[in-house]
């Protein structure tokens, strides 16, 4: 009868815990969820894409919930996530394009509806930045990071953040003011 009672007290427990769990991912998934899905967007470009690694970076969050300390750090440590998912995407992929594939496939969305946003041109010029710019730039912009929390993320030094944030504004900047992006000649 001992036996029976520290089993049912034990079974209680393991529920509770799943049922804690539970609770504590849907308010991580429900508070943080677009942004994830945004900062993964902003990395491939691709909606279908970014909701794949969106999904699969929350049941990476499922399966590791417990290594989360401090929930103010949830949404840096799913950002780590999101970059790893992503570049595990492309270390099971081999891609086999051309330089002349790559150009037709550009030239294909270029010719989209979205080319006459002002959105869809600066998307396209920071996709134009080298990665070591852009994903400070994108976790800044679209993740609200600050520059300690980008080294944190990155694994780098804070300064360095500093400076490859300088350094992809001031490229941005000119990759928008360029003739050819404004839609102006010189002629």
């Known amino acids: 009868m001992f036996n029976r009672l520290r089993n049912k007290k034990a079974g209680s427990s393991v529920n509770s815990d799943m049922l804690s769990k539970q609770r504590r991912y849907d308010s991580l998934v429900r508070a943080l969820h677009a942004d994830i899905f945004r900062y993964a967007y902003w990395l491939c470009g691709d909606k279908h894409i970014a909701e794949d690694v969106t999904q699969e970076t929350f049941l990476r969050a499922w399966r590791s ?9 949830a949404k840096a440590w799913l950002i780590t996530i999101v970059r790893r998912e992503n570049a595990r995407r492309f270390e099971r992929k081999q891609f086999d394009y051309s330089d002349i594939e790559q150009e037709q496939l550009e ?3 270029s010719s989209s509806t979205e080319e006459n946003t002002d959105q869809y041109l600066i998307r396209k010029q920071i996709a134009k930045l080298e990665i070591e710019y852009r994903e400070p730039l994108l976790l800044q912009v679209i993740g609200g990071f600050s520059g300690e929390e ?3 993320i990155l694994e780098l030094n804070r300064n360095t953040v500093m400076t490859r944030l300088f350094r992809a504004r001031n490229q941005l900047k000119e990759l928008i003011e360029q003739p050819n992006v404004r839609g102006q000649s010189n002629g």
């Open 107 to 109: 030239d294909h969305f």
């Open 150 to 152: 980008i080294a944190e």
């Open 65 to 73: 919930l417990e290594s989360l300390k401090d929930d103010k750090a």
